[in-house]
Nanobody
């Protein structure tokens, strides 16, 4: 089992920044890749960014590319999402996810085995 705990969400004005953290515990050696997803009210959960645990390769959704940066600290079993130039449309609950199956970064929520509880990000206009 893997446990994921997110932190760092909050309320910010448009143009501002936030940094999310996701700490993994348990059988962390089984994690191949990790990602951030988000879910806005009455919308489906969508991929935001992902990172391979071994190579550090990253992938970003088009909507956040150039504004968000995903990074990892393997020693601390933690990933981060630095979010800059935030927009009201970034408002959502942000979830951390872990994939224990493949090293490649996948964009489908159903491919991930473990999820955090989510952290709310609200961007005011």
């Amino acid at each position: 089992q893997v446990q994921l705990v997110e932190s760092g969400g909050g309320l910010v004005q448009a143009g501002g920044s936030l940094r999310l953290s996701c700490a993994a515990s348990g059988r962390t050696y089984s994690i191949y890749a990790m990602a951030w997803f988000r879910q806005a009210s009455e919308k489906e959960r969508e991929f935001v960014a992902g990172i391979s645990r071994s190579s550090g390769n990253t992938d970003y959704a088009h909507a956040v590319k150039g504004r968000f940066t995903i990074s990892r600290d393997n020693a601390e079993n933690t990933i981060y999402l630095q979010m800059n130039s935030l927009k009201p449309e970034d408002t959502a609950v942000y979830f951390c996810a872990a994939d224990t199956t493949l090293f490649v970064i996948r964009r489908t929520a159903g491919d991930y085995d473990y999820w955090g509880q989510g952290t709310q990000v609200t961007v005011s206009s």
